[in-house]
Structures are given as structure tokens and as C-alpha cells.
């Protein structure tokens, strides 16, 4: 009996675990992640909460409608943007004439909860939206000609987008640009945009023949223009030309008849000065040789004056010359003079000044001659009277000089002297050491000493009297 319950115990953990499986894993199934280009509007049972980008979250459990409590429904929006396009919408125009237009649309949704309240699907709200643009259309374009439509296209798009805009708030969507009318076609079974165009056309090319002919026409006109102020001006130019000519052959025949009447005066008045040099030569040959007469003789007596004063100025002139000469001579010989006595004098003065600057050259040069001794003799006193250890050496050497030239003189005296020397001392070394000892007292004491050695014998006592010239005292008889 227990063994049977505990099988079924654990039956039922085993089916409670699957069960508490599956309900993990459906849940898990459940849970929904917003992409960032949609928006889930998500209503409950109490309130409409906004999913997505921009929201409070973007994670949700989409909890089936059927469940009690919990049950919730979703609409799912885009939130960027949208386009209606109306490709062949039929239209018409203020006169009830046909045609098809082509509208672009572009919307966003601005309040998702608003959109999700009007709507169930954004297909829906599509729907809606098309119909909104559809009869704003329809509105702005019947209130008006076709020929007006055509020519204001961007008029047309403004006044598209101010229809709609009021409609657009209780639906939660804006427009995020102006509506376009991309186009205008005819209708099915219909030419009048055709027969616009046509006459647009004609009237285009009308304007461009006018154009073009009133162009040519005016191109015409300004040639013709031109060709005539060319040959108004060419005939201008003949006509000053010829104008020209004629007062030039008039001016010239003018000048030609005035030129010969003054050849004419001229050639009179030549006849006439010709008639009067006539008449003037001949009375100033008259005169001329009257005055030549005259001045023949005038000139016989000038003559004559003119010769001896020319003599007396040729005599005057020839002892001015003469003397001019002799200062001349003279003011040479004594420029001369001068000048070699300067010349002499001014040699001499260089020639003196030549020997003194000589002199002084030589006088300095033996003064630096002789100074060079006396210089190097005071530079070693000097040298030598701060040096006492060199003073001293030359002192030695001063002494060791005089006393050889006192022993050389000594030598000297002593090879004509006849001197003996008696050295009765103890030792050798006791004895002179010199002949300058004979003179001092320790001398004196050895002459005499050496004296009384030469009275106590025979050979001295006669040196003793040689010297002394007496005879020596006979000794007493001994008692």
C-alpha cells in the first residue's frame, strides 16, 4: 500500500516539474525586446503603455488577451519616418476637368499612445492617412484651373500641407516635410493636359519664332543701317574730298597769279634797282677816282710821314729791344746766381745735416757700444747685490786673484833676493809659511831666534859680522 502511494507521489512531483518546466520556458516565449525602429503601444486592463526607444523600457511580456487579469493586446508602430504615395490619384480642377496627380506624403508618429487609440494596425493607420491626403487634395486642387496647377507645383505642395495638418494631430502623426506634387497627367480618355502642353508648346515656340523673327528682323535693320551710314559717310568723305580738291586747284591758282604778279613787281623793281646801281656807278666812279686822286696824294704825304716815323719807331723799338735784352741777360745771370748759390746752400745745409745725423747715428751707436758693458755691469751689480750667496763667491774669487798676484810678486822679488830661511820649529808645519811672516811678529820672533842660532856658530858668526861690519864680541874666558 505505501509502496503504491509513494509511486504515485512521485508521479505527480515528476508530471508537477514538467508542468513548472514548460510554464518556465513558455513564459521565457513571452518575453518581448522593442527594435529601435518600432514602437509597441501595449494596452492592459487598467491602462496603454508605450514600448520602445525613448520610453520607460523596451522589454515586456506580451501576456495572451485570453488570460484573466493579465490578458493584454499590442499595436505595433513604426516610429520612423513613413510615406503615402498617391501614384494616380483622379482629380479635377475648378471647370470639373479631369486629370491625374501624383502626391508624395511623408509622415512620423509623434504620439504612439493617440495613433494606438485610433487605430489597430499601422496598415490601418496608413489607410486613414491616405484618406486624409486624398481629400485634402481633392479640396486644394478644385478650387482652382488647370493652367494655374501646372504652372505652381510648389504652391501647390504648401497648401497640400496646411489642409492636412489639422487632421494630422488626432491621429498622433506630423508631417516632417511639406506634401510634393511630383506630377500631372491626363485622365483615361482624356487630352486636355496634352492639349495644354500642346498649346504651351506652340505658344512656346510662337514666342521663340517672334523671337527669333523680330531678332533677324532688327539684325536686318541695324545691317541696313549701318550699310547706309557707311555710304552716307563714303559719299561725306567724296564730297569733302571734292570740296577739298577745289578749294585746293582754287587756292592754288590764286597763289600761281599772285606769284606772278610778284615776279612781275619784282622783276620791275629789279630794273628799277638796276637803272639806280647803274646810275650809282657811274657817279661813284666819278667820285672814286676824284677821291683817288685825293688819297694819292694824301697818301704820298702819309707816306713820306709814315716812313720816318716808322724809321724813329723802328730806332726806339731796336734800343727798347736792345735794353729789354740786357735786363733780360742780366735778371738771368742773377736768377741764375741765385739759384746756384740757394743750390749751394741748401747742398751745404743738407750735406751738414747729412754729417750731424751721420755723427749722431755713429755717436749712438758707440754710446750703445760702450753702454752695453756698463749695462750688463750694472744688470749683474744688481743681480749681484740681491744675490749675498753670489757676492760671496765673487769675493773668494777676488781674494784667490790678489793673493796670487801678491805671491807672483813675491816670486818676482825673491828670485834676485838673497834670502835664507832657518826653520828650527818642532814640527813642519810651525815653520813660515810665507815670506809676508818675516815682517809680522811671529817673524820677528824667528829672525831673532834664528839670529841667536847663528851666533852659536862658527859659519853665522861670521855672517853676523859681514852684516853688522864689527867684530864679534870675544867670548869671556870661561872660569
Known amino acids: 500500500m505505501l509502496a503504491g502511494t509513494s509511486l504515485v507521489l512521485i508521479a505527480l512531483l515528476g508530471a508537477a516539474g514538467l508542468v513548472a ?33 525613448g520610453f520607460a523600457s523596451n522589454t515586456y511580456y ?38 491625374l496627380v501624383h ?36 479640396t486644394v486642387l478644385a478650387a482652382h484651373e488647370i493652367d494655374q496647377i501646372m504652372l505652381d507645383r510648389s504652391r501647390f505642395g504648401e497648401a497640400f500641407t496646411k489642409e492636412v495638418q489639422p487632421q494630422l494631430g488626432g491621429w498622433g502623426v506630423e508631417a516632417i516635410k511639406n506634401i510634393e506634387l511630383m506630377d500631372i497627367r491626363d485622365a483615361k480618355d482624356s487630352d486636355v493636359i496634352h492639349n495644354i502642353m500642346a498649346k504651351r508648346t506652340s505658344g512656346i515656340e510662337r514666342e521663340s519664332r517672334l523671337v527669333v523673327a523680330d531678332n533677324s528682323r532688327q539684325a536686318e535693320m541695324a545691317e541696313i543701317a549701318a550699310k547706309r551710314e557707311i555710304e552716307m559717310s563714303r559719299q561725306l568723305a567724296a564730297e569733302q574730298v571734292g570740296l577739298r580738291t577745289a578749294e585746293k586747284d582754287k587756292n592754288v591758282g590764286v597763289a600761281n597769279e599772285q606769284a606772278a604778279q610778284q615776279v612781275k613787281v619784282q622783276q620791275r ?32 704825304k702819309d707816306v713820306a710821314i709814315v716812313e720816318a716815323d716808322a724809321a724813329k719807331q723802328v730806332a726806339v723799338v731796336s734800343a727798347e729791344g736792345n735794353k729789354q735784352v740786357s735786363i733780360v741777360v742780366a735778371e738771368g745771370q742773377k736768377q741764375q746766381t741765385v739759384l746756384t748759390a740757394e743750390g749751394q746752400l741748401e747742398a751745404a745745409r743738407r ?129
Open 21 to 53: 518546466v514548460m510554464v518556465f520556458f513558455w513564459v521565457i516565449a513571452l518575453r518581448r525586446v522593442v527594435p529601435v525602429n518600432e514602437v509597441h503601444i501595449v494596452q492592459t486592463r487598467k491602462d496603454t503603455v508605450s514600448y520602445g526607444k
Open 62 to 99: 506580451e501576456w495572451p488577451s485570453r488570460l484573466p487579469l493579465v490578458g493584454l493586446t499590442r499595436v505595433t508602430l513604426p516610429v520612423s519616418n513613413f510615406s503615402i504615395d498617391l501614384p494616380d490619384y483622379a482629380a479635377y480642377d475648378k471647370e470639373r476637368v479631369p486629370f
Open 103 to 138: 502626391v508624395m506624403a511623408f509622415f512620423r508618429i509623434s504620439d504612439s499612445n493617440t495613433a494606438a487609440q485610433r487605430v489597430a494596425s499601422f496598415d490601418e493607420l496608413k489607410e486613414q492617412l491616405t484618406a486624409i491626403v486624398q481629400g485634402s487634395v481633392r
Open 269 to 300: 623793281e629789279t630794273a628799277a634797282k638796276e637803272m639806280d646801281v647803274v646810275q650809282v656807278k657811274t657817279v661813284r666812279g666819278a667820285e672814286i677816282s676824284r677821291e683817288a686822286a685825293v688819297i694819292a696824294a694824301a697818301q704820298a
Open 351 to 479: 750735406n751738414a745735416e747729412g754729417i750731424a745725423l751721420e755723427g749722431n747715428a755713429k755717436g749712438q751707436a758707440e754710446t750703445a757700444i760702450l753702454m752695453a758693458p756698463v749695462d750688463a755691469q750694472i744688470k749683474l751689480a744688481e743681480k749681484i747685490g740681491s744675490d749675498q750667496g753670489y757676492q760671496n763667491y765673487l769675493l773668494g774669487i777676488r781674494n784667490i786673484e790678489a793673493a796670487q798676484a801678491v805671491g807672483m810678486a813675491q816670486a818676482e822679488a825673491l828670485k834676485t833676493a838673497d834670502v835664507k830661511v832657518i826653520s828650527n820649529a818642532g814640527t813642519p808645519g810651525k815653520g813660515l809659511s810665507g815670506v809676508m811672516d818675516l815682517f809680522s811678529a811671529d817673524g820677528g820672533t824667528a829672525i831673532a831666534s834664528m839670529l841667536e842660532g847663528l851666533a852659536q856658530s862658527p859659519e853665522g858668526k861670521k855672517m853676523l859680522e859681514k852684516f853688522v861690519n864689527k867684530p864679534a864680541a870675544k867670548p869671556e874666558p870661561k872660569a
